[in-house]
Nanobody, 123 residues
């Protein structure tokens, strides 16, 4: 499994940004895609997760109502981020695990990770 995150950049507070994760190297038919982030000097934390079908998703409380996770018919997963705040500044990682959305918030349950894409929100 190979995951490639992209689309990070610099955006002003209140702005929007969409980051993407392209999956390859595996026959994907089910499982869960997750987004996690790590701010400078902090531990990596859960952001959002979605089933491979795209029918179910779950969010961290800090981003609920501002971020939307989605998938397309190919192997791409997106994170639309609106109303961005300086505290959203972080390196964003996508990850994949087989199974259901249960434990979708637990990063230790994800064996496959992509390299991060940096999102910087200026005040």
């Amino acid at each position: 499994v190979q995951l490639q995150a992209s689309g990070g950049g610099l955006v002003q507070a209140g702005g929007s940004l969409r980051i993407s994760c392209a999956a390859s190297g595996w026959y994907f038919s089910s499982g869960v895609m997750g987004w996690f982030r790590q701010a400078p000097g902090q531990e990596r934390e859960f952001v959002a997760a979605i089933t491979w079908s795209g029918r179910s998703s779950v969010y961290a409380g800090s981003v609920k109502g501002r971020f939307t996770i989605s998938r397309d018919n190919a192997k791409n997963t997106y994170l639309q981020m609106n109303s961005l705040k300086p505290e959203d500044t972080a390196l964003y990682f996508c990850a994949y695990r087989e199974g259901t959305l249960n434990y979708g918030k637990e990063q230790d349950r994800y064996p496959w990770w992509g390299r991060g894409t940096l999102v910087t929100v200026s005040s």
